[in-house]
């Protein structure tokens, strides 16, 4: 039987890898056909080029399930066509247990791929943003991660903020305090704020001060000032980046902090749950596209196989992309939005081999 799995399992790993490639490989040329609109200054086609192969890694954890699903559609679809798998039944191996053979190469692109997400891909999409600001803008960027021109509100104070970055240092910081009917009171700015890790707070430094009387206008220079900011330096420069490109570490400690502070975290708590319940996605498809091989795809083209395996894997993703924001707006919680379409995908390929026998 281990001779016979390993057979069944590097089917589908060499099936899956390649279609991984070819996937990724035409989203990579029409990706830089988009990208040659942003040419300018040192950036030109051959740095945009490079930019793009730096977020390689990026889209191969993207388009995993796809290639999983269309790469067991035509491994064992082989298989099936040359009546190999129908000898393996004959041979007393059951449906479930091939299954099982041809899930295990899934599983260790899995395993690469979650471990690529929680301690590589934001580095390197890190490394690709600067590297493409640099040619950009010839500017040398600063190692430390920023976030850009940020917004946040705690009660009835405003903060706006040019630029934060993760090593404790906020620039250009503006604060709108409005009194309890909404109206402005005060406004302060601060040419920078820096972090106090002893005391645990922000000092805004180089502040001016003025406050809206009803009166009279009353303003005053400050050379710093303590203030209690908003915003963990932690988290600072996570602004800067789509919740899907951080961590799930990063993403489970931010949600947690959002939700402490009363603000929005439900693109964060979607993003986590997509991370997390990846493998649960993937094998559910996996399942389904196991189950047409035994069922109505077994002796049709390879080319019909994998024109369903992109259908299905392409139906499950849009699924999930509507399902996200359709549960943030009327407040289901966002792990229904992964665990619905996966659910299905399951039901249906336990159906199919129920049905097949």
Known sequence: MRLLG???????????????????????????????????????????????????????????????????????????????????????????????????????????????????????????????????????????????????????????????????????????????NWQLSERITAARADWQEQEGHWVLRDVQRLRLDPEQLQQERLSSLVWPVPIAPEFVALQAFDPRDLPPTRLWHYAHYLEARGQPSGFYWLALWQKLLLPITVFAVVLLGASFTFGPLRSVPAGTRVFHGILIGLSVKFAQDLLGPAALLWGFPPILAVLIPAGFCAAWGGWQIYRTG
């Open 6 to 180: 390993g057979y069944i399992g590097r089917s589908v790993l060499f099936a899956s890898l390649a279609v991984l490639l070819v996937i990724v490989t035409l989203d990579l040329v029409f990706s830089l056909l988009d990208e040659l609109g942003g040419l300018r200054g040192d950036y030109g086609l051959f740095e945009a080029i490079i930019y793009m192969l730096m977020r390689l890694p990026e889209r191969f954890y993207l388009f995993l399930p796809i290639a999983a699903l269309v790469g067991v559609l035509v491994g064992l679809g082989g298989l099936a066509s040359t009546s190999e798998l129908t000898v393996m039944r004959a041979a007393g191996v059951s449906i479930p247990r091939l299954i099982w053979q041809a899930a295990k190469p899934i599983a260790v692109l899995l395993l690469v791929a979650m471990l690529a997400s929680e301690f590589v891909l934001l580095q390197w999409v890190q490394a690709a943003e600067s590297y493409r600001w640099e040619k950009r803008t010839g500017q040398q960027r600063a190692s430390v991660s920023s976030a850009q021109d940020l917004w946040l509100k705690e009660e009835h104070q405003f903060y706006r903020i040019q630029v934060a970055r993760d090593d404790g240092q906020l620039l250009g910081v503006t604060i709108y305090q409005l009194d309890a």
